[in-house]
């Protein structure tokens, strides 16, 4: 992995739009269906919105239904952590990047095989580039 990335609060809001600030770095959640990536086929690559960080390949994007960008696998499991999320009564995993722990999502052990994971993701912390 590469060297960690910490910006001061200040710093984060000028790089990022509101939503996604308040989805990458204040662990927001954006509405089902509303995000712009969830019904992207387009072949290429999800990055972090705020390290550039390559995360997801869209050959591991898949429909789960949701109304979020699901993944089986990310590129490489170092540049994603798993932290235990107790928020609002539950407990799930939360999804970050390594990188600069920008909040991606939630991973469940319900998607499909090879791996049985789904990484239920925000459109608004991920930066999509399509494969040339």
């Known amino acids: 992995m590469t060297e960690k990335i910490t910006k001061s609060e200040a710093e984060w809001k000028t790089q990022l739009t509101p939503e ?3 989805v990458a ?3 927001g959640t954006e509405r089902a269906f509303t995000g712009k990536y969830h019904d992207n ?3 290429g690559t999800y990055h972090c919105i705020c390290c550039k960080e390559p995360l997801f390949a ?3 994007k898949f429909d789960s239904g949701t109304g ?3 993944f089986w696998e990310p590129i490489d499991p170092a540049n994603v952590g798993e932290i ?5 009564f539950m407990r799930r995993t939360e999804v970050v990047c ?7 999502g939630h991973v469940f052990p319900d998607g499909p095989e090879p791996t049985g994971l789904r990484y239920c993701l925000n459109s608004a ?8």
């Open 20 to 22: 996604e600030f308040h």
């Open 25 to 27: 770095r204040k662990k």
């Open 41 to 43: 086929k387009e072949k």
């Open 58 to 60: 869209s050959s591991t």
């Open 68 to 70: 979020w960008p699901s």
């Open 84 to 88: 235990e999320d107790r928020s609002f």
């Open 98 to 104: 390594n990188k600069c722990d920008g909040h991606l």
């Open 125 to 132: 912390a991920l930066d999509f580039k399509k494969e040339e």
